[in-house]
């Protein structure tokens, strides 16, 4: 079985520059990563993807997503929004120990800290 693994070739200078040129309102972050596929019962070696990941601050419109390529010479655009909630806000408190709440009456469900609350929370909302 050849398990060498062939990974494209990309011009991660070419893909920044592009996405510097369409000059988005937003801030935003742009990587290259890659994701292995394997075929199943298949002797051929995995292929190797390439995608372009857009790391965002804060979530953007509908009219804002429209801006966000979802390709670039055929390499797919995958948006990743981070949220930061300020857990001193009365209203996040207030959330954080609804949360707790429901939590603790699941059985065996239960969080070591509020950042993790928080963080399983965030999730939840993207």
Known sequence: MNTEVNIPQVDELAIQNYFKSLQ????????????QLLSKNSIAPPKVVPYILMSFDKMLSPEERL??????????????????????D???????????????????????????IVEDENKMKL
């Open 24 to 35: 988005l309102p937003f801030n935003y972050r742009c990587e290259i990563e890659y994701n």
């Open 90 to 116: 009365e209203s996040v408190k207030q959330e954080i120990e609804q949360m707790s709440q429901d939590l603790s009456s699941d059985e065996g469900d239960s969080f070591s800290s509020d950042e993790d």
């Open 67 to 88: 801006l966000v390529p979802t390709s670039y010479q055929g390499i797919r655009t995958m948006m990743e929004f981070s949220v930061t909630l300020d857990t001193n």
